[in-house]
Nanobody, 120 residues
Framework: QVQLVESGGGLVQAGGSLRLSCAAS????????MGWYRQAPGKERELVAD???????NYVDSAKGRFTISRDNAKNTVYLQMNALKPEDTAVYYC??????????????WGQGTQVTVSS
């Protein structure tokens, strides 16, 4: 069993910061790409940022310059540092990871989501 456990969401005023964390736990062999998605009510889920095992990053345009994704491979953990938050960033944020699990199958895992609310 593999789980992605998220933390760090909450309520913050516009201009504030939050740091999201997501740790993979359980039985698995390796993790390829890890990322963060978000979904606001009435909107489609969108990729916010992702990062390869080697540290290559990708961001949605609206996050560039404000958000930073990073990972600690030894801890099987991905982070999302969010600065200069805007009300438009309000959403449920989901951790995602491509994981080689028991049986040598690559499986796309999702966290349960953590609420980020930015007040104006």
């Amino acid at each position: 069993q593999v789980q992605l456990v998220e933390s760090g969401g909450g309520l913050v005023q516009a201009g504030g910061s939050l740091r999201l964390s997501c740790a993979a736990s359980g039985t698995f062999f390796s993790i390829r790409i890890m990322g963060w998605y978000r979904q606001a009510p009435g909107k489609e889920r969108e990729l916010v940022a992702d990062i390869t095992r080697g540290g290559i990053t990708n961001y949605v345009d609206s996050a560039k310059g404000r958000f930073t994704i990073s990972r600690d491979n030894a801890k099987n953990t991905v982070y999302l540092q969010m600065n200069a938050l805007k009300p438009e960033d309000t959403a449920v944020y989901y951790c995602n990871a491509d994981i080689l699990s028991r049986g040598y199958r690559w499986i796309d895992y999702w966290g349960q989501g953590t609420q980020v609310t930015v007040s104006s």
